[in-house]
């Protein structure tokens, strides 16, 4: 009995000792290990900052007017050719016509985008993209809704082309929803501070959402809501994260980087509410960047390094929009990426690629407290620095606009352009001169409406920086 008392004192001490060893050595592996410090450098925004100052150095000093300013000369000739070539040829008197005031797009009519639901009858300020052709539809659309309160809500469906009896009895095209037409819900963020307006930091909802594809064929969508760092600001998400069923219609390996709402932030300059920025992408690195105004020798743009945070502004110091109109200017679209020649004759690359995107120059009526949005087109380089390479000449206009703007009577009848996007997906994130653009267009903040142009076209009115 002593013996079988002793061995079991053994086989106690050994297995404790095994179960001491286990934990230990269990410890070991889930201790927290420290990492040696390191330095993070933000990929190309140094690079990119040292290149800019080195030119700035080499750069002579040029004087300029008050009122007007030459933009950054970068090379013996700016811009250059490849980018202002198209610019240079005579319009087409068959689609464009310039007048003393504004130039028109002959032949390219309004129509009209039906949005609507039981609980919201009225929509405005579409915003549209083209789905990729596996979808049932060719385009979604979201519709801002008119309501009673200052409660703010959009609409989303997918739509196709229709046609529909105008007042004259005669068929006219329509975009019309192909699927119900539901309310996208995002989710709601606080306001840090209203400034004595606080009623605005509690009005539920967002505003001015724009929808557009990423440069890697994410589908995105940008809107104003309130703010962490003020009372309104810009935020972003992935819109299959609220409108799942775009997942199935991009790449599913495609990393989801918005998949929740992300505030836009910006260093220089901020206002308590922010408004109207856009994104775009570098046409080598696909690295992201937030350019939140344009205006009367006025641009600030930043790139986006993650979680919405952005650099310092990193337009070129000595460069000038060439928008030498002095006004009140609001940027209004996303931008897109053109190929400046037709399908199949080129090879897109960032020596023969734009982006552009529209302008409003906002003006009151004098003894009226009307207003009146004139639209104009901006383009820039794709790769940095992104300098301006033309800008429209004169407001565009649209073949029937003038009959449009008389079809609601509100206070400040216009045309509010709110996106454009390629009319159809290719899969691609680029377009060429001889593809069609869809822009679409508020009328009044009281209705939907769109125009399908030739982007050669949309850019004939063009001038050249000089």
């Known amino acids: 009995m002593k013996i079988k008392i002793k061995l079991l004192s053994r086989a106690e001490t050994v297995l404790s ?42 750069r002579p000093v040029v004087k300029h007017s008050a009122k007007f300013k030459s933009p950054l000369v970068l090379g013996a000739e700016y811009p250059l050719p490849e980018y202002t070539a198209f610019l240079n040829d005579a319009p087409d008197a068959k689609t464009l016509e310039e007048f003393d005031t504004f130039v028109s ?44 309160s200052f409660e703010q809500h959009s609409l989303i469906c997918e739509a196709k082309y229709g046609e529909q009896l105008n007042g004259d009895g005669n068929l006219e095209p329509v975009l019309q929803c192909a699927t119900h037409a539901r309310e996208l819900v995002v989710p709601q963020t606080p306001a840090k501070d209203c400034k004595g307006k606080e009623f605005m930091s509690d009005v539920p909802g967002y505003h001015d959402p724009r929808v557009f594809w990423s440069a890697r064929g994410a589908p995105m969508m940008i809107f104003n809501q309130q703010s962490r760092y003020g009372c309104f600001g810009l935020w972003m998400i992935d819109l299959r994260t609220v409108y799942p069923t775009l997942r199935y219609r991009v790449n599913r390996a495609l990393l989801n980087q918005y998949s929740t709402v992300t505030e836009l932030t910006r260093h220089e300059g901020r206002r308590y509410v922010e408004k109207n920025y856009l994104v775009f992408y570098d046409a080598e690195t696909d690295a992201e960047y937030v350019q939140f105004e344009l205006g009367h020798n006025t641009r600030h743009f930043a790139r986006l390094v993650g979680n919405g945070l952005t650099t310092r502004n990193l337009t070129l110091s000595l460069e000038q929009s060439c928008i030498h109109l002095d006004a009140t200017w609001h940027q209004a679209t996303n931008a897109i990426k053109v190929v400046l020649c037709k399908y199949g004759e080129c090879e897109p690359g960032p020596e023969n690629t734009v982006y552009i995107s529209f302008l409003h120059r906002k003006e009151g009526i004098k003894g009226s407290l009307k207003v009146q949005y004139f639209r104009y087109l901006a383009m820039w380089r794709t790769v940095a620095p992104f300098q301006m390479v033309g800008f429209s000449s004169k407001p565009i206009r649209f073949d029937n606009e003038d009959e449009w703007e008389q079809k609601f009577d ?28 869809i822009v679409s267009l508020g009328v009044g903040d009281h209705g939907n409406a769109a125009v399908v142009v030739p982007a050669v076209e949309l850019m004939g009115g063009m001038h050249k920086c000089t």
């Open 17 to 58: 000792t095994l179960l001491a060893l286990s934990l230990g050595l269990l410890y070991l592996l889930v201790q927290p290990r420290r990492l040696d410090s390191v330095t993070l450098e933000l990929p190309l925004v140094e690079e990119y900052v040292r290149a800019r100052d080195v030119h700035e150095s080499q």
């Open 105 to 148: 797009l002959k032949k390219r009519a309004v129509f009209e985008v039906k949005v609507a639901s039981e609980r919201y009858p009225m929509t405005y300020n579409p915003t549209i993209i083209a789905l990729p052709p596996t979808s049932h539809y060719p385009f979604l659309i979201v519709s801002r809704v008119r309501g009673d």
């Open 410 to 437: 509100v206070e400040g009848k216009f045309l509010y352009t709110v996106s454009m996007a390629w009319e159809t997906n290719q899969n691609r994130y680029e377009g060429y001169l001889n593809e069609n653009v």
